[in-house]
């Protein structure tokens, strides 16, 4: 059975940090990974999707790597923020279903001023 | 552009109620899905559908019900509340394209009580 592990649980820097994110999923046969954020009392917003084939995505100061065959993915956040504080979920749709996304615990980042 | 909506935002029931939550979505995707999200557990599935007439059960489906009878609407029917359903719930849909692996887009949640 698919687990998703995200650690650390909490996260907090200051403004200006480059950081990392961890995501890792204990079956590697994995169709997609997929980035989240989520503001407190608010829905999911994606970030990133990164296809079983392809090594990593980038979107603006966002980059996730994904590394299947260890089973780990990233995120990397460049020059951060206070408006990156949020929750960062990893979610992975594995080989036994396509229409299911296993989502990991989150990481809940705080960027202070 | 709408994407997902849900309502209600918020709604306080009484144990033994029934109540549906509502969800559309208007980017014409064939996948729909409910999860509800509780701290400490993260985000289960409850019910998804891969296109009109076709639903199937996720991870916790009991006390839950589910139809859709349109592209655009998945509505989650709660038959007789209880307690252990409080939680927050979000719709999310996504296009099916190769193997169902499109990118998933979330409704802003329905924050259920149960009293």
């Known amino acids: 059975k698919q687990e998703v592990t995200q650690i650390p649980a909490a996260l907090s820097v200051p403004e200006g940090e480059n950081l990392v994110l961890n995501c890792s999923f204990t079956d590697s046969a994995i169709y997609n990974l997929q980035w989240f954020r989520q503001d407190p009392g608010k829905g999911l917003t994606s970030l990133l999707l990164i296809q079983s084939s392809q090594r990593e995505q980038t979107s603006g100061r966002l980059n996730a790597s994904l590394d299947k065959s260890s089973g780990r993915s990233t995120l990397y956040i460049a020059a951060s923020q206070p408006g990156d504080s949020a929750t960062y979920l990893c979610?992975?749709?594995?080989?036994?279903?396509?229409?299911?996304?296993?989502f990991g615990s989150g990481t809940r980042l705080l960027v202070r001023p | 552009n709408a994407g997902v909506t849900q309502t209600p935002k918020f709604q306080v029931l009484k144990t033994g109620q029934s109540m549906t939550l509502q969800c559309a979505q208007d980017m014409n995707h064939e996948y729909m899905s409910w999860y509800r999200q509780d701290p400490g557990m993260g985000l289960r599935l409850i019910h998804y559908s891969v296109g009109a007439g076709i639903t199937d059960q996720g991870e916790v489906p009991n006390g839950y019900n589910v139809s859709r009878s349109t592209t655009e609407d998945f509505p989650l029917r709660l038959l007789s509340a209880a307690p252990s359903q409080t939680s927050v719930y979000f719709c999310?849909?996504?296009?099916?394209?190769?193997?169902?692996?499109?990118?998933?887009?979330f409704g802003e949640g329905s924050r259920l009580t149960v009293l």
């Open positions: 979610a992975v749709i594995s080989g036994d279903s396509s229409y299911k996304l296993i």
């Open positions: 999310a849909s996504k296009p099916l394209g190769t193997r169902g692996t499109g990118e998933l887009f």
